[in-house]
Protein backbone atom coordinates (compact mmCIF):
# COMPACT_ATOMS: atom_id res chain seq x y z
CA UNK A 1 0.00 0.00 0.00
CA UNK A 2 1.92 3.26 -1.37
CA UNK A 3 1.23 5.97 0.96
CA UNK A 4 2.69 8.28 -1.53
CA UNK A 5 3.16 7.49 -4.81
CA UNK A 6 6.14 9.96 -5.08
CA UNK A 7 8.14 7.60 -2.77
CA UNK A 8 9.38 4.10 -3.43
CA UNK A 9 8.47 3.37 0.41
CA UNK A 10 5.82 0.56 0.81
CA UNK A 11 3.96 -0.31 4.09
CA UNK A 12 1.69 -3.19 4.84
CA UNK A 13 0.00 -4.57 7.67
CA UNK A 14 1.95 -6.59 9.07
CA UNK A 15 -0.45 -8.44 11.49
CA UNK A 16 -3.66 -7.09 12.65
CA UNK A 17 -6.25 -8.92 15.17
CA UNK A 18 -10.00 -7.72 15.67
CA UNK A 19 -11.28 -6.27 19.19
CA UNK A 20 -13.71 -8.49 21.16
CA UNK A 21 -16.67 -6.26 20.13
CA UNK A 22 -15.55 -5.81 16.15
CA UNK A 23 -15.31 -1.86 16.46
CA UNK A 24 -11.78 -1.40 16.23
CA UNK A 25 -8.30 -3.20 14.86
CA UNK A 26 -4.75 -3.75 17.03
CA UNK A 27 -2.22 -4.37 14.15
CA UNK A 28 1.16 -3.43 13.33
CA UNK A 29 2.55 -1.51 9.99
CA UNK A 30 5.87 -1.82 8.63
CA UNK A 31 7.46 0.26 6.27
CA UNK A 32 10.03 -1.17 3.84
CA UNK A 33 12.28 1.38 1.89
CA UNK A 34 15.09 0.69 -0.82
CA UNK A 35 18.59 -0.65 0.39
CA UNK A 36 20.23 2.71 -0.99
CA UNK A 37 17.84 4.33 1.56
CA UNK A 38 18.63 2.34 4.81
CA UNK A 39 21.34 1.49 6.83
CA UNK A 40 24.00 -1.58 6.13
CA UNK A 41 24.19 -4.44 8.56
CA UNK A 42 27.50 -5.81 8.74
CA UNK A 43 27.31 -9.86 8.15
CA UNK A 44 29.94 -10.11 10.72
CA UNK A 45 26.84 -9.36 13.16
CA UNK A 46 24.98 -12.17 11.89
CA UNK A 47 28.05 -14.60 12.76
CA UNK A 48 28.54 -13.26 16.27
CA UNK A 49 25.18 -13.37 17.65
CA UNK A 50 21.92 -14.94 17.91
CA UNK A 51 20.11 -11.73 18.66
CA UNK A 52 20.90 -8.39 17.46
CA UNK A 53 20.04 -5.37 19.05
CA UNK A 54 19.89 -1.57 16.98
CA UNK A 55 22.37 -0.35 19.49
CA UNK A 56 24.32 -3.28 17.51
CA UNK A 57 23.50 -2.56 14.19
CA UNK A 58 24.31 1.39 14.55
CA UNK A 59 27.85 1.03 16.20
CA UNK A 60 28.71 -2.62 13.90
CA UNK A 61 29.47 -0.52 10.89
CA UNK A 62 31.42 2.92 10.67
CA UNK A 63 29.76 3.55 7.01
CA UNK A 64 26.13 2.55 8.59
CA UNK A 65 23.75 5.73 8.74
CA UNK A 66 21.93 5.73 11.59
CA UNK A 67 18.52 4.41 12.28
Known amino acids: MPLNAEEPDRDLLANFIWATN ?4 FGMMLRIIPADRGGII ?3 LFS ?3 IITITDINTGNSNQKSI
Open 22 to 25: NTYM
Open 42 to 44: DDV
Open 48 to 50: EKE
